[in-house]
């Protein structure tokens, strides 16, 4: 790996020429129509995330192609992740302003992507950015993001730091 991001760290087999951007967009929508359906969660995840959904409305923003969404959706309900899904594409800040409108509360948003943690922060939307990086490999080379509030490998470390800002959040309306 030479980097966080996957354009410049995709070859071929036998080289150690990077692909170029285009044909990893390619290989990507590959992936999603051929995998989508499959793909496993990161240890942790769903047991937090129902955990949390005892306080909190959970919404899981994924950058998936459209046509693929509803499959996203059921794999991860499969998974015991059955949460609204709203599929994007491209960076996430216009799509969290749009959810932060409905909020009634705290947002938390949870992504590995700099780029989305970055689009969010300036979209304007008051919201406590966590940068969740499972792979140790990627999460030493993961730029840190401004503003970010949590960034971590640890799904534990996630619950108890909104829960800790939720109880916060109580004390300070009473």
Not at 62 to 82: F, I, K, S, W, Y
Request: some cysteine; overall charge negative; hydrophobic content about 45%.
């Amino acid at each position: 790996m030479r980097s966080f991001g996957i354009t410049g760290n995709v070859s071929r087999l036998g080289s150690c020429r990077a692909v170029p951007a285009p044909e990893v967009a390619a290989l990507i929508a590959g992936f999603f129509a051929a995998h989508v359906h499959d793909q496993e969660p990161v240890p942790g995840a769903a047991a937090v995330l129902a955990h949390l959904a005892a306080h909190l409305d959970v919404v899981l923003l994924t950058n998936v192609p459209a046509e693929h969404a509803e499959r996203r959706a059921a794999r991860l309900a499969q998974l015991g992740m059955d949460y609204p899904v709203v599929a994007n594409e491209g960076p996430k800040g216009p799509a969290v302003a749009r959810m932060a409108g409905r909020a009634a509360g705290p947002l938390f948003f949870v992504d590995d992507g700099p780029t989305n943690l970055a689009s969010v922060r300036d979209a304007g939307v008051e919201a406590r950015l966590v940068h969740f990086v499972d792979d140790p490999r990627y999460f030493r080379l993961a730029p840190d993001v401004p503003g970010t509030w949590l960034k971590t490998r640890d799904w534990a470390e996630v619950a108890r730091r909104i829960e800790a800002e939720m109880g916060a959040e109580s004390e300070a309306e009473t």
